[in-house]
């Protein structure tokens, strides 16, 4: 091992693709059905007003990324501009949320290889799934960057292919004897709002989780080639990716088939592919998912590790984890989060289910906390600047201050609107919990780097 820097590896078409494949999970391909089930065919509302608060989050964590590319991306700029606690809570935050994340996606692949292959054993996939990703994370940045490229393709490829095979039904009766669907569907089933606005409201807490693991372009910079020209390229297109990829994949779906069926005879993606007379329609989207379940872990492996080695590189965790390859690759870092997931893909076999969803509610909530701590950052940031030194900023937030504030106030709302389920109201009082656990060891361990507050104060 040495004190190499990260290697700047990842071409434009890698960010664009990770962009794309980060807002595109596993609960797409199987059908938003509780999400739907909740709101109706508004859900597609949620899911466009969700996509402008990550917008406006996106465009605060670039308008940072492009000014000061480096590794650890929002924790460090958390740490700049708002001081060593913060990003310290940041970093540790992240990391034990893609912990838990992964745990869930390697668990995904497990249970749908089980589909093609019943007699074997769920943990051998599991540990499959573990091992090649983690192999794939410590032999370069570039070959990350190449299999986080293909998935993403995958996933957008069938996603496109749905939407014109649908598309084909509803206008042109593909499929379906010549006859076009239409789109009634989206209101003749109790209305395009059939539960008001409340419903609309109630379904965004789920909605905005979807979105977890956009922000994951910001911890490319530090290895980016081009920074300043890619980050900027990735970042603009979130929204029009939503749009594209869940609005409209959602919109045929809704189209074709009554909401309030969706999800009761199985995967939406399954059955338009059949009736288009693709027999094999199953298997394909099981692929796909495990696809999809892959490139969350493979992405998530990375972010951890780069979290890990930039609050190691601020005397925050142990300065081992600084160290990188001859390759820049962060080894112990990535060795460590491997080996933190084999623990954790034992305890997903050993303890009760409800316990694991409490574990994951910390994760739920560390999405939340995330984004906020961006904007704040963003916010303290741009206060710090000179109206001439703002004015010569490459890539800048849209409406400054005001989109800022407006995505802070939506943030409380899904804050405010998880303490009405059962299932994310937990996450109400473990996240806090565990935030406060982080500062007691904070101080503790004296993690508090000398001088670094005045720094701070001061580049702020």
Same mark, same amino acid.
């Given at each position: ?34 999400? /739907?089930? $909740?709101?109706?065919?508004?859900? +597609? ?12 989050? +996106? ?44 745990? !869930? ?11 093609? @292959? ?5 943990? /051998?996939?599991?540990?499959? !799934? ?5 192999? /794939? ?10 299999? %986080?490229? *293909? ?17 084909? +039904?509803? #206008? ?9 669907? &239409? /789109? ?11 539960? &008001? ?12 989780? !979807? ?5 994951? =372009?910001?911890?490319?910079?530090? %290895? ?8 900027? &390229? ?7 990716? =939503? ?73 925050? !965790? ?52 995330? *984004? ?8 303290? @940031? ?14 800048? +937030? ?9 995505? $802070?106030? #939506? ?14 109201? =937990? ?34």
């Amino acid at each position: 091992m040495s004190s190499h820097d990260l290697q700047r590896d990842l071409n434009e078409r890698h960010i664009r693709l990770m962009a794309l494949g980060a807002c595109i999970g596993v609960g797409l391909f199987l059908g938003s059905a509780k999400a /739907i089930q $909740m709101a109706g065919p508004a859900i +597609m509302l949620s899911y466009i007003i969700g996509g402008l608060a990550i917008l406006v989050i +996106m465009r605060a964590l670039g308008e940072m990324a492009v000014h000061n590319p480096v590794a650890g991306s929002f924790a460090r700029y958390a740490q700049d501009y708002l001081g060593p606690l913060a990003g310290y809570l940041t970093g540790w935050n992240y990391w034990f949320l893609w912990l838990v994340t992964c745990v !869930a996606e390697i668990t995904a692949v497990a249970i749908y290889m089980g589909i093609w @292959f019943p007699d074997v054993p769920r943990w /051998i996939w599991a540990l499959a !799934a573990l091992a090649s990703m983690g192999t /794939i994370n410590l032999i370069a940045v570039r070959a990350f960057g190449e299999f %986080e490229f *293909w998935f993403a393709l995958i996933k957008i490829v069938t996603i496109v292919a749905m939407i014109l095979a649908g598309a084909g +039904m509803i #206008f042109f009766g593909l499929g379906n004897g010549g006859i076009a669907t &239409g /789109i009634s569907n989206l209101w003749s089933n109790g209305g395009f709002m059939p539960h &008001g606005i409340t419903g609309v409201l109630m379904s965004l807490q789920m909605v905005m989780f !979807a979105y977890l693991g956009v922000e994951m =372009i910001g911890l490319t910079a530090g %290895e980016a080639k081009n920074p300043q020209k890619t980050i900027p &390229g990735a970042i603009n297109s979130v929204f029009w990716r =939503i749009l594209l990829f869940y609005v409209g994949a959602l919109f045929v779906i809704m189209s074709i088939y009554p909401w309030n069926e969706i999800g009761t005879q199985g995967s939406p993606f399954v059955m338009t592919f059949e009736r288009m007379g693709i027999k094999t329609a199953a298997g394909i989207i099981n692929f796909v998912v495990i696809t999809a379940a892959l490139s969350s872990c493979n992405g998530g492996i990375f972010s951890t590790g780069r979290m890990l080695y930039s609050l190691a590189q601020h005397g925050q !965790a142990p300065a081992v984890f600084a160290k990188t390859s001859s390759g820049g690759v962060p080894r112990n870092a990535l060795l460590l989060s491997i080996f933190a997931l084999l623990l954790g893909v034992l305890l997903n076999y050993l303890v009760p289910e409800k316990v694991f969803t409490w574990v994951t509610s910390i994760a739920t909530f560390g999405a939340i906390w995330t *984004w906020a701590m961006i904007l704040l950052a963003q916010l303290k @940031f741009r206060r710090g600047l000179s109206a001439a030194e703002a004015g010569k900023l490459q890539f800048r +937030m849209w409406l400054y201050p005001l989109s800022s504030y407006l995505a $802070m106030a #939506f943030l409380v709302l899904v804050v405010v609107l998880m303490a009405f389920f059962e299932d994310t109201r =937990i996450a109400l009082y473990i996240g806090p919990a565990f935030l406060v656990l982080l500062t007691v060891l904070y101080y503790v361990l004296n993690l508090a780097p000398k001088g670094e507050q005045g720094a701070a104060a001061s580049r702020a």
